[in-house]
């Protein structure tokens, strides 16, 4: 499994950065981490503070049940999911409630072009994106992945809904299959 896991992650990372996939999606998978966040407005800053000077973000830390910790602020969970989908209807607002709780964020696709009521404003997923997420499993939803903001690393959490206690069980297990240098984890 854990090979399996290496081989899906180096996969998507080469993907990512292949010259053949167009700019468009190294350039979205970047505003998954970009201090400017989606909109590209820079975050106001307070007076007598340099603009240049970036802010330095506390660590979000969250312990597994092995003991470790992961600071939360080097991880996004990718969704992907329909606005006409009652499965994801039923888990995202689970997970956007989960990502208030824990203080992990989530970047959101739409494979049909609409939101819902937990993520309506989730990107529609072009297709040189699906192809990076989805290159060896179906395509379902609501499918979830962590994603490393430093290395664009990608992780599959779980595909369909599940409780809250069943999606932070699912994630802590992610975490703790990897076997990345310098995944955050302590």
Request: hydrophobic share 40%; proline share 8%.
């Amino acid at each position: 499994m854990k090979s399996h896991l290496k081989i899906i992650s180096t996969g998507v990372l080469l993907l990512a950065l292949s010259p053949v996939i167009y700019a468009g999606t190294l350039d979205e998978v970047k505003s998954l981490w970009d201090p400017q966040g989606i909109t590209g407005a820079a975050p106001a800053t307070s007076a007598g503070v340099s603009a240049s000077a970036k802010p330095v973000s506390q660590a979000h830390w969250y312990r597994l049940s092995n003991g470790k910790q992961v600071n939360l602020n080097d991880w996004k969970v990718v969704l992907f999911m329909q606005g006409h989908c009652p499965y994801c209807h039923k888990f995202d607002p689970v997970l956007k409630q989960l990502s208030g709780l824990y203080g992990f964020s989530v970047f959101s696709y739409t494979i049909d072009g609409q939101g819902d009521e937990a993520f309506p404003e989730a990107l529609p997923a072009p297709p040189d994106v699906m192809q990076t997420f989805f290159p060896n499993i179906p395509v379902a939803t609501p499918t979830t992945f962590l994603v490393n903001v430093n290395t664009l690393a990608a992780y599959p959490i779980l595909q369909g809904a599940t409780d809250a206690q069943g999606f932070m069980a699912r994630m802590d297990t992610v975490f703790q299959m990897m076997e990345v240098p310098g995944n955050g984890q302590n």
